[in-house]
């Protein structure tokens, strides 16, 4: 079983910063793939960024890629996200989730209604 705790979200204006953080806490194997996912109102879920705890390497949305990055505090069981030059459209829940995979490859190509563990979600908000 895992716990996946988000915090950090909040509101800026465009332009601005935020950081989000996920801590992991309970039985993590080494073949696990981590992601966040955001969803706006109305919207579909979409991947932010995925990588995986044994293979490494990231993938990033091509909507965050060179915006958004990722980074992960082994000792700490903290995965944190730092998100720069914020835009009205990032608005979004954004959650953290889990789920085993095989591969790095494997990982990025998980369906988002297949990965079994996520957070509570936590609220971005950017204003134009």
């Known amino acids: 079983q895992v716990q996946l705790v988000e915090s950090g979200g909040g509101s800026v204006q465009a332009g601005g910063s935020l950081r989000l953080s996920c801590r992991v806490s309970?039985?993590?194997?080494?073949?696990?793939?981590m992601a966040w996912i955001r969803q706006a109102p109305g919207e579909e879920r979409e991947r932010v960024a995925s990588w995986h705890t044994w293979y490494g390497g990231s993938f990033y949305a091509a909507s965050v890629k060179g915006r958004f990055t990722v980074s992960r505090d082994k000792a700490k069981k903290t995965v944190s996200m730092e998100m720069e030059r914020l835009q009205p459209e990032d608005t979004a829940t954004y959650y953290c989730a889990a789920d085993s995979a095989k591969s790095y490859d494997a990982c990025v190509s998980k369906s988002l209604r297949d990965f079994a563990y996520w957070g509570q979600g936590t609220q971005v908000t950017v204003s134009a």
């Open positions: 309970g039985s993590t194997g080494s073949d696990i793939c």
